[in-house]
């Protein structure tokens, strides 16, 4: 009993331990991301140190791996049924790519372009 106590406590140190090495990808921000190099994983940033007068802050990385099946679909920030989700660069798990040319998903139909909105 005390086995499986101890492999449980390993298992989830393991599981939120936060990476520190995720290609080309570093957080910027808090929130969700999609991983840039798995369809299958998604990557949440936390404020790590505020840092001074909020410059300068830090963040801690987690990647999550969607349940079997599953991807991540970047737009709705949710792991999906993987015939549905279109995974533009990001490798899928056979390493096949949809879009080797895509950028960022335009999930707001807005890329490139600047939102101004004034506050009443």
């Given at each position: ?100 040319d895509a ?18």
């Open positions: 009993m005390k086995s499986s106590s101890s492999l449980l406590s390993l298992l989830s140190l393991l599981l939120l331990t936060p990476l520190s090495c995720l290609g080309d990808f570093t957080c910027e921000e808090e929130g969700i991301f999609a991983d840039p190099d798995a369809c299958a994983n998604f990557i949440q940033c936390a404020l790590g140190d505020p840092g001074t007068n909020g410059e300068d802050a830090t963040y801690i990385q987690y990647v999550t791996t969607c349940p079997e099946t599953t991807l991540f679909e970047e737009c709705d920030k949710v792991c999906e049924a993987e015939d549905t989700v279109d995974c533009g660069s990001r490798p899928r798990p056979d390493g096949s790519v949809d879009d080797p950028g960022p998903a335009d999930c707001d139909g807005t890329a490139g372009t600047t939102i101004v909105r004034s506050i009443p």
